[in-house]
């Protein structure tokens, strides 16, 4: 315990509430990647602010984290219970941040702590610091946070949302303050006095919505000065029944999991029955559809409650993007379901005769056992574009501990995930394919067990992130997450639980678990239900047993500028057409997307500024690329201007933005979306991916021959102006993009042809690339990649598949086509094709 020499109450608290907190700009930028969805400019400007890093609950983080090759040093850290989710709060004004935690346990702990040193800054419990601390049950309340705009952590705990502060508005280092504890009214709760909190989110217009475990969803202000009854909205799922004493709690519709919500005031819960989608529009809270997914009542193992076992996710993030809340189910096998979000497409039918027609996919998962009957998670789905993964939670012998109380069989199970002849095995991926509009599996890794940890992603690094166990031993294990295959495993700290550690421990829960303690001494790295999260600073954290761990990697992962410019342009685009969409019937939500995009248009010219000085993309391309974002974000501020006294010139302003930054987007994106039209082709061409599941194996070679009318200059000045892509193509769809930014190393310039030679292949792969003109329809193109930077293409390829070079700088480009005659070789690790015209 800290000492201190402070006053605690609420007296002090409201006074400095719209001050507390880091200085914070109150602005939102989302970050500049593919996939993200829209910032929340209610929740701290974080790396990861809440449980699940962001409101729609994805888990997936553009920052990068620890990356393979790369020495990654464990810290671990004392903790009063296992803290599921830690928010970072936004940078201080000397540039650090702290990380906030709610530890489970019977103390209601709440700590805070320096993100940099990793060392505890302060520990709140109420018993110690209070007069008359509120009770606090053993269970899940307590598990899910978030830290607001203005630097509070948001906790809904038993039966109040909790929000502390810094003491010293501005000082990470000063102590908690307890700022507000609102004590929900009677109409909060299903059956008052058994009935508690059990997550929250925090909605983009500033609403903490709550649900508890007996099926009531709530919405209060996130503002503590806020925070009363008149404010409070409620809606009650069991309705009647809650007040009817013959029936019993496990007849009820029951929450064991947190929610999300998206930009639209879509707000969402899953139950022990259903999954549904509510509104709130600042006024009313009203349920917008309830779709039941398949359940099996019983429960076992690490399971926390009937039905789901996680959060919902939300999958699609723009505009025109088929969107989804994704869970898993509560079949004995367990399925991945994704659900339409909004209205169900004209003509869709259900999946099966039966079947609620707002089910788009349920996909078994298996974790790559073709005869699995069982499977389970605990854990919330992680989402990224229209990936999920799943991880497996189920023991080996997952009936073993049934005969005991829930919170005993639920400790019990998560401790024996460190037993390596006891943890469970596998994590899956599942995409959704827009074309095809169904879920396909794309791999399975049987191998890898992160036994009871959310996990979570960098898609800067490309790794699937999970507390796991190798051999009993706990540490941060990477999945990558094109292939499944594992890249990373950094060992936390291999040592027995301290005495310090244990004197943490629930005692009621002590004598039941003693016996695991003792057998799998590691226990304290356990990741025990925490999420695994990715930092500001390059690493990972997560909470365990009666603690949390940090993951630091020596050097950080380097972010390609050029992508986040080509992000940023691409978030212009669906911010316009969003703001076009809503002109009309939601004009407060088309003038927010116009100032949205003014902020990330600025921030894409800087993207753009920073690509072409570290020579990502040429001078010339990022000269039109600036002017073409200049030119849109012109276009976008005289439509702010114009917002609400000249509607057309806002059309007319928006719909030029989009011309505008049509053009930025064929300068900074390699490959479009389909094949160019027009393409040169070769009298002969020769195509060759291998993937063998090693990525320093990897290989592509393209021979394009006999090229007609194709003169030298046609190449460009690949040395000095001329960016150059290869893309690839299955059934017209993009499949991978190598782009070669010009440089004048590597290449070797003469009269009649350009030899690029880099034997390290450090440039997308390309260690050989020849470009031989002729003025006798004899012209050739050869390009070879192979390693590690290879960009992933996934295989089989759908033919007709499609390789092509572009010359960036003027547009030209070459292609060779292969359909299914011309293709020998097309399995996981193999493609071979040829074409002779």
Known sequence: MLSRTREVGLALSLAFVSSAGPALAQVCLTPLAAEEPLCNAEMADSPWGTSHRVSYAQASSPHPGPEPGVSVSAEHLILPGPPIALDFTAPYTDGGRAVWGSPLGLEGATVKIDHDTFQLIDLYIPADEEPSPPPVVAGISGAYNVIDRDGRFIVGRTSAIEVFADSVAGDRFSEIALVQRYFLPTQAFCRDGEDIVAGMVLTYDGQIAFATEQGVLGVIPRDPAQMVDANLQTLSLNGADCANP??????????????????????????????????????????????????????????????????????????????????????RLMHLVLMWRDEIPPGWQPISPGKDPRIACEFPITFGDPLATESLSEQSVMVRGHSAVVVNNQLQNDSQFDAFPAIVRNALSALEGGNPDEAPFGIERVDWDPLLRSCRGVWANPTVSIPNGIPGMSSATNLVYGLGQKDGVWGLEGIDFDTGASKLFAPGLEQPCSQASLDNVNPLLVPFIQDSLDRLPNSCENSFFAGTEVGPDGAVYTGTFVGASKYTPATIAAVSPRPQAVAGARQGVDLAERALADLGAEPAHALDAIQRGLLQLQADLAAIGAADAAGAIGPDLAAQASADVAAALGHYATAEAAFGSDPLLVTAELNAALADLSGALAALDPCQAAPRASCRTGERSHLVVRYPGDDLRARLTWKLLRIPSTFQADFGDPSGTTDLAM??????????????????????????????????????????????????????????????????????????????????????????SFDATDVTRNHDTLLRARSID
Request: aromatic fraction near 8%; proline fraction near 5%; include cysteine.
């Open 246 to 331: 013959s029936i019993p709690v496990d007849e009820l519709e029951t929450v064991s999991n947190s929610l999300a919500a998206d930009e639209e005031g879509g707000i969402y819960l899953v139950t022990s029955e259903a999954m549904y989608k509510f509104h709130f529009d600042g006024t009313t809270l009203s349920q917008v559809w309830r779709a039941e997914y398949e359940v099996d009542p019983t429960l076992g193992g690490v399971r926390l409650g009937v039905g789901s076992g996680s959060t919902p996710s939300l999958m699609g993030t723009a505009l025109g993007d088929d969107q989804f809340v994704v869970i898993t189910d509560g079949q």
């Open 727 to 816: 893309c690839l193509y299955a059934d017209g769809t993009r499949s991978a993009s190598f782009d070669l930014p010009p440089a004048p190393s590597g290449w070797k310039i003469a009269s009649r042809v350009y030899r690029y030679r880099d034997a390290a292949a450090s440039v997308n792969g390309f260690q050989t690339v020849v470009l031989r003109g002729s003025t006798r329809d004899r012209a050739s193109i050869t390009v070879r990649a192979q390693g590690a930077d290879l960009p992933f293409v996934r295989l089989p390829m759908t033919e007709p598949i499609t390789a092509q070079l572009v010359n960036l700088e003027s547009g030209a480009c070459w292609e060779s």
